[in-house]
């Protein structure tokens, strides 16, 4: 690890002790320190537990589903089916399961004499917290253990209560819950009771609007007493989803264990408890140590989940060793996963309403919150999340990335579009884990091929909303909560889904060059949706066209041309390009010899039978797709967006505050959005998010279609006012493409994206569930767009365009296999490496991180050229005189040769960047190339004539190959033997240097 970077220590972390306030300066601490009846949902979201096999909400030990706490507990990938009558029609819904709940553990105190006592009630906080004294919730993000401290009273007894909770983090035995609950009587002594129980009887009501669904998912097979306490076993009633739980409770008084407590247990239908009782004393404290081993059918090597859980339990380790190795596995998340910010004087700025926000509208935000809005906490709690649903535990499991994560019930725990946002996150810091993910989708492509047969195509056709099996799990119906109606849905024609599949297979290649994967998954599952495309598209006769009809994009409240019987639009630019644009990359892969090896290649092309008029056709729509204009020369959102009216957005927002769900208002009043120029959230403007402006300009000029210099601001512009941003992913993906142009909104709605979930913006949603992809995307937008790492070139490419509020950002990642640390500032940029010769590129000038030694060097505040080298790595900038330096940075703002101040003309002037000081010069001037052997680069760059003629790549031990060298072809001895695989392979990662 770099120096700069402030990593988790390796040594074992330290438990905190209980603080006495809440400080919103400490960036590891989830903190509320007063009861919230109305938010208690939202804090049960954000306080949730997992390990990326099943999560539990931060609900309290002692309550119950009851409209103000919902506890539960969801597991990667276990769903069930039910049928529910709605109206007339019958409707089938595949809903990620609440399973039995693990938590309760409470207590009550018992008076009068031996034979005559009389039972107190069982303690649990009322919903309006009048029996509580104090309270204080403790989420410790750097641990993974959830603390909770109150103070209670009963008459004129009061009594201290702490807890300590943990879902286990472990990479051999994660099957485990551990609660440590202390009971300290402040006034009082007496005899109490203990009751720790596993509760079957739970059903999925934690979303409001379903309740007309059924919601009955279980049925407990088991409910009993075992050797070592108590078990619940429970299966899905349609899916066989089987859950065992044992529980084993231990008493301690003065850290000895107490064993004549008078246990006993209690098993009902759906319920089992164990009692245990005591005598309390005053200020003397009662530990409870609760223990729960969980497993499913659907763990490697279980048969019988009971069985299992109680073998478990029956060998556990002492609580302390299993608290040890939770927590060095989270030590060890966040060494590979912690982005580090440091903000400008330790201040983060207020934040300005967008252009749609009603400041008069109430936020559903937790108030405890809003003071000193704390960026590193919300960043570290976004990842946090991240990991707790998706862990290396996840690793060879058949799991997908639920949208709100497996946190709560909203969307029924399905698989969206959204892994295009969260997949980058796993793919720069633990690549393994989106290849699990992405495995996911290749597990149920034979599934997508029948979907696609089914609807007269070749190829792979996936659902937009995924399940367990595979299939199109989107309602035909949705739930208006405005109108209390439930309207038709067609969602299910967003076919773009299997875009955002592909393009994060290619993304991930892209980091890691991982070629074996490519050829067992990946280009199968590229090449099938590839498939699927060509056979959507159409050729119109008469504009000797492609176009693609009846599909929806990312929009989402334009399902249908406003009076259509059917559902569907024609020519979304977004879906079109993209389509585009993977069409090219796959293009890529099969013909040349880069992502897959020759032979592999070969046998890919017999097995899947690419014949060469299939190749053609693919060649002809990256020529001849349609993409519509606006009069103006604005990209049409699909064709006919231009004719729609106008939407008083003014008027909306006078008469209902928030207008972010348009769609809901405007069908309540009987109307239609598809009559409108609004968006839910960006759509075409996707483009600039998911693609470079490079990758777009190349695509349209290859269709033949203009490519203005202001075309993507003025894109930008003109849909940001027609967007209601009624997906929390709205304001992330506007906040990213608005950089360039309006640095301090772009931040502002950055803000936004990120105080979404931890505020609850949208009222009330977060509480249902988090927002995964807002939570991923917004660390993508710290790494990759402010940063500005990109790892889809043949080096590492590092250009920062840091927000004026980050002073620096720190993290580590993951590049083809070799670790590296990341520190950028406005004035500086460091990398180091756990490798021997490390090449990176900051805006555009190489350097190298050698032996362990980080690669450092000054840059200035704005775009321009970085202004210096420091002496800690080798550099390969010119050192010329300030007047020769100033030439530079004025020709390269201007877009002229370096040295003979040719204008290049929009590139009707060959040129190129030299591979050394990254100065450009034309191709007249650019003569030297020379080939880097410390990186094994075998193929020649192009260097400058300055850099050439002074001999700068000599610190870098090249050999000089350019046209100016004299004689001998013959290759240095200090150039290493290479296979003509690996040649053609680093020709190409230099070609693609070059462009």
Same mark, same amino acid.
């Given at each position: ?252 008084? =003065? ?61 556990? @380790? ?353 109307? +239609? ?133 980050? *002073? ?45 030694? @980080? ?7 704005? *775009?321009?050229?970085?202004? +210096?080298?420091?002496?800690? +790595? ?70 400058? =004539? ?29 150039? @290493? ?19």
């Amino acid at each position: 690890m770099s120096q700069q970077h402030q990593s988790p220590p390796k040594e074992e972390p330290k438990e905190p002790a209980p603080p006495e306030y809440a400080s919103t300066k400490d960036s590891w601490s989830l903190v509320y320190d007063k009861y919230d009846e109305k938010h208690a949902q939202l804090r049960e979201a954000l306080t949730t537990l997992g390990n990326g096999i099943f999560c539990t909400r931060g609900a309290e030990e002692e309550s119950h589903a009851d409209g103000t706490h919902y506890p539960a507990t969801y597991f990667a990938g276990g769903f069930n089916r039910l049928d529910s009558k709605v109206g007339d029609s019958k409707v089938s819904n595949e809903d990620l399961v609440n399973f039995p709940n693990w938590l309760p553990l409470t207590f009550r105190i018992v008076e009068g004499e031996k034979g005559k006592e009389k039972e107190g009630d069982w303690f649990e906080i009322k919903k309006d917290g009048s029996n509580l004294l104090s309270y204080r919730k403790q989420l410790d993000l750097k641990t993974g253990i959830l603390h909770r401290w109150i103070k209670v009273k009963d008459g004129d007894k009061v009594t201290t209560i702490s807890s300590k909770r943990i879902v286990r983090m472990h990479s051999i035995n994660p099957h485990m819950g551990v609660i440590e609950y202390v009971i300290t009587p402040e006034n009082w002594e007496g005899q109490i009771e203990i009751r720790s129980s596993l509760d079957g009887s739970v059903e999925n009501t934690g979303i409001a609007r379903y309740s007309e669904l059924a919601s009955k998912h279980l049925k407990v097979l088991a409910a009993r007493e075992t050797d070592k306490g108590i078990l619940l076993v429970a299966t899905t009633v349609t899916s066989q989803f089987v859950v065992g739980m044992a529980a084993s409770t231990k008493v301690f008084v =003065d850290k000895e264990e107490v064993t004549d407590v008078g246990r006993r247990v209690l098993a009902e239908q759906e319920k089992v408890h164990e009692i245990c009782s005591i005598k309390a004393q005053k200020g003397n404290p009662i530990t409870v140590e609760k223990v729960v081993s969980i497993y499913s059918n659907h763990d490697a090597g279980v048969l019988e989940p009971g069985e299992a859980a109680c073998a478990l339990i029956s060998c556990l @380790p002492p609580l302390k060793a299993m608290m040890r190795t939770h927590l060095l596995q989270w030590a060890s998340l966040w060494e590979h996963s912690d982005v580090v910010l440091k903000m400008k004087d330790d201040k983060e700025r207020d934040v300005k309403d967008s252009h749609n926000h009603d400041a008069n509208h109430e936020s559903n935000h937790d108030s405890t919150l809003i003071q000193g809005f704390n960026c590193q906490l919300a960043v570290r709690l976004h990842i946090f999340h991240l990991l707790a649903v998706v862990s290396l535990n996840s690793l060879y499991r058949d799991v997908g990335v639920p949208a709100r994560g497996l946190h709560g019930e909203s969307y029924r725990g399905h698989i969206f579009w959204d892994e295009m946002f969260i997949l980058p996150f796993y793919t720069l810091h633990i690549p393994a884990i989106s290849q699990t993910l992405i495995r996911y989708r290749y597990s149920r492509l034979v599934r997508a091929r029948q979907m696609a047969l089914q609807e007269g195509y070749k190829g792979a056709l996936f659902p937009w909303q995924s399940g367990s099996s595979g299939c199109e799990e989107s309602q035909t119906v949705h739930y208006n909560p405005v109108s209390k109606k439930w309207d038709p849905d067609n969602s299910s024609l967003q076919r773009h889904v299997s875009l955002a599949i592909a393009y994060n297979i290619l993304r991930y290649y892209d980091t890691t060059k991982d070629t074996q994967f490519m050829e067992m998954y990946g280009a199968e599952l590229v090449i099938n949706i590839c498939r699927f495309w060509a056979g959507l598209a159409f050729l119109n006769k008469d504009t000797g066209r492609y176009e693609i009809h009846k599909i929806m994009g990312p929009d989402e409240f334009h399902e249908k041309y406003h009076g259509a019987k059917e559902g569907g639009l024609k020519n979304n630019t977004y879906t079109n390009v993209m389509v585009v644009w993977l069409l090219l990359k796959a293009l890529f892969m099969i013909k040349d010899d880069h992502v897959l090896r020759p032979r592999y290649r070969d046998d890919i092309r017999a097995t899947f039978d690419i014949q060469d008029d299939e190749i053609t056709l693919w060649e002809d729509l990256t020529r001849k797709m349609t993409v519509v204009f606006h009069k103006d020369g604005i990209w049409s959102q699909f064709e006919g967006y231009e004719d729609l009216e106008e939407l008083d957005w003014e008027g909306y927002r006078e008469k209902y505050g928030s207008i972010e769900r348009l769609d809901r208002i405007l069908k309540a009043e009987g109307d +239609s959005p598809d009559k409108y120029k609004l968006s839910k959230q960006a759509d075409t403007c996707m483009l600039f998010f998911v693609l470079t402006t490079k990758e777009l300009q190349k695509i349209f000029q290859d269709l033949g279609y203009p490519f203005p210099d202001d075309i993507v601001q003025r894109n930008i512009y003109y849909y940001l006012a027609r967007t209601s941003h009624g997906s929390t992913l709205s304001k992330l993906v506007f906040s990213s493409i608005l950089q360039p142009y309006d640095k301090d909104f772009a931040w502002d709605m950055y803000i936004q994206a990120l105080r979404s979930d931890i505020e609850d913006t949208q009222n009330g949603t977060t509480g249902e569930g988090i927002h995964m992809a807002v939570m991923a995307g917004t660390i993508n937008a710290l790494t990759n767009r402010y940063a500005g790492v990109d790892t889809s070139r043949d080096a590492l490419h590092i250009k920062p365009h840091l927000p004026d509020a980050i *002073e620096a950002v720190e993290f580590s990642m993951q590049f083809r296999g070799v670790y590296v640390d990341v520190h950028v500032s406005h004035t500086d940029v460091s990398v180091n490496a756990e490798t021997k010769k490390f090449p990176v590129f900051v805006r555009d000038i190489l350097m190298v991180a050698s032996d362990g030694k @980080p690669a450092s060097t000054k840059i200035s505040n704005g *775009e321009g050229h970085p202004s +210096s080298v420091s002496s800690s +790595s080798p550099s390969y900038e010119s050192d010329g005189e300030e007047e020769h330096t100033r030439a530079h940075h004025e020709a390269k703002l201007k877009d002229k040769c370096c040295h003979c101040s040719l204008e290049f003309e929009h590139n009707t002037h060959g040129h190129h960047t030299c591979g050394l000081c990254g100065k450009k010069q034309c191709t007249r001037c650019g003569v030297g190339k020379v080939s880097i052997v410390e990186m094994s680069w075998l193929d020649q760059i192009q260097v400058c =004539d300055t850099c050439y003629k002074e001999n700068r790549w000599n610190d870098m031990h090249v050999v000089c190959q350019g046209q100016q060298q004299s004689g001998s072809k013959k290759r240095s001895k200090r150039v @290493p033997r290479a296979s003509s695989m690996e040649r053609r392979q680093l020709r190409a990662q230099m070609r693609e240097s070059r462009d």
